[in-house]
Nanobody
């Protein structure tokens, strides 16, 4: 089993910054892709950014230039540096990992962390 634990959410004013972290633990061989998704009230969960084990990444158009994803493979941890935050960035942010374990590949999700951008 794989556990993902997110941290770093909170309340920030527009234009401010936050850094989210997500650490994976448990029994697995490797993590292929890690990513961040978000879900605002009344909306579907959407992709924010993903990063592969080789560092290649992908971003939603709405966050390009403001949010930066990175990962530390040695720590099985993914980060999301969030700058120039806007009220529309308010959502619960979820970490996801595509993991290779004894039963093959599978997706695992964290419990989510709330980010609120408001003055």
């Amino acid at each position: 089993q794989v556990q993902l634990v997110e941290s770093g959410g909170g309340l920030v004013q527009p234009g401010g910054s936050l850094r989210l972290s997500c650490a994976a633990s448990g029994s697995f061989f490797s993590i292929a892709t890690m990513g961040w998704y978000r879900q605002a009230p009344g909306k579907q969960r959407e992709l924010v950014a993903t990063i592969n084990s080789d560092g290649t990444n992908n971003y939603a158009d709405s966050v390009k230039g403001r949010l930066t994803i990175s990962r530390d493979n040695a720590k099985n941890t993914v980060y999301l540096q969030m700058n120039s935050l806007k009220p529309e960035d308010t959502a619960v942010y979820y970490c996801k990992a595509y993991v290779f374990g004894s039963r093959g590949f599978g997706d695992f999700w964290g419990q989510g962390t709330q980010v609120t951008v408001s003055s």
